[in-house]
């Protein structure tokens, strides 16, 4: 582990989509390499309009998402108060100075452009290092196979959510370049105090989801990929083979109607995930975690493993989790339970239900073992600055 303080740059999307799970999305990053001694900057300049949830749509202001996103700082992450830097769709900019920005940027080991959220000035090129972290598999892929040679040969290192790229039975693209693998890193001192013990929380298995991706699926190889939709239909019946309820915090259009009359509970997702403290106590106050993926995830055997339902492990609730091939780095069977069948998902809540505190220790074991910022950060530094990879 490096003991020199590095100054690092993470962009993100916690003002374009101000819901709590986004805010942790980002911020951990921003969290976990301040906690292992970095000089850290977030910033937000994607050049486009932020979603405004309370309209339902997505507006040119970000003056209120940015006031949102003030505040979600000050209640779960205050050592980042003076530590962030929003440029909006209309130019106008928010937290730091833009001159202390690009100083910072000029200054910077390493600017690391997560999902590739921002748009790249050339201060941000000027770090010494460049890294593009794909956070959406085959989404990202089918975006970079479009991009130009000269703008692809500015980025030094390309890391991705896709655990299984490179394998054989992986049909995410490598386009020509080399992908590092990697997953969220979860600062667990966020989590731990709000876990709450397996006996007092709710009977009933959770997840926040959008029923469809806005942005149109991704076609490769003439094969076209999308959302989660496509995977809810494959287990639409579940909840009359379930042994404990099944709660949906969708958000976006959904067939409401069909799904609730098919035995599923609906709540909006934003009354559920409208700060990172409310996000985090919906999902403590879950007996488990049941959720399904992105077509494109599953189908394409990315080996992709949700953000969301990392903090589930780490607030010791475990997961019933559709199976992306994310078995490759990650234990499966106590903690973390993987389905690719109606059958499988009935039995696998059935596994959780009949030994909870089992199930319930083994996944916070995950997370410190396989998702603790200390250690995901490390390997990302280490591959980062250590591998020296030239830009092609």
């Known amino acids: 582990m490096r003991t020199t303080p590095l100054r690092i740059v993470v962009s993100g999307l916690a003002v374009t989509y101000p819901f709590g799970g986004v805010f942790w ?3 951990q990053y921003l969290l976990g390499f301040a906690r292992l001694g970095h000089d850290v900057l977030y910033v937000e300049d994607t050049g486009r309009w932020v979603y405004d949830p309370r309209a339902a749509t997505f507006v040119e202001d970000a003056e209120r998402n940015v006031k949102s996103f003030v505040d979600a700082i000050r209640m779960a992450a205050p050592m ?19 001159r202390d920005v690009a100083a910072f940027c000029r200054s910077a080991d390493l600017f690391l452009n997560i999902s590739g959220a921002s748009i790249m000035r050339d201060e941000y090129f000027a770090a010494r290092t460049v890294a593009y972290l794909d956070s959406d598999p085959m989404y990202t892929q089918a975006t970079v196979a479009r991009w130009k040679i000269d703008d692809v040969r500015k980025y030094h290192v390309f890391f991705t959510f896709a655990e299984n790229i490179g394998a054989a039975d992986c049909r995410v693209p490598e386009g020509g370049l080399q992908w590092i693998p990697t997953r969220q890193p979860i600062v667990l001192d966020c989590w731990r105090a709000a876990s709450v013990p397996p006996g007092s929380r709710r009977d009933v ?8 991706p ?14 989660k939709s496509v995977e809810f239909e494959r287990f639409i019946d579940l909840p ?18 069909r799904l609730q009359n098919r035995g599923w509970r609906l709540v909006d997702a934003y009354a559920v995930s409208s700060d990172p403290l409310t996000y985090r106590r919906y999902l403590a106050s879950s007996w488990g975690e049941w959720s399904v993926a992105k077509h494109a995830y599953v189908a394409s055997k990315s080996g992709w493993f949700s953000c969301r339902t990392a903090c589930y492990l780490a607030l010791a609730v475990p997961a019933v989790v559709q199976d992306t091939g994310f078995g490759i780095a990650i234990p499966t069977g106590h903690g973390v339970l993987s389905f690719t069948s109606l059958d499988e998902a009935a039995g696998a809540i059935e596994s959780v239900l009949a030994a909870p505190r089992h199930h319930s220790t083994s996944a916070l074991e995950i997370a410190r073992e396989y998702f603790d910022s200390d250690r995901v950060l490390a390997h990302v530094l280490e591959q980062a600055l250590d591998a020296q990879i030239p830009r092609r």
């Open 25 to 27: 999305d980002y911020m």
């Open 80 to 98: 980042a108060a003076d530590c962030w830097f929003v440029r909006d769709s209309r130019d106008r900019t928010y937290g730091r100075s833009w």
């Open 205 to 212: 298995l959770t997840t926040i989801a959008s029923w469809e």
């Open 214 to 227: 806005s942005e149109r699926g991704p076609m490769i190889d003439g094969v076209a990929y999308r959302g």
């Open 240 to 257: 009359a083979r379930s042994p404990l309820p099944l709660e949906l915090a969708l958000s976006g259009p959904a067939p409401s109607g």
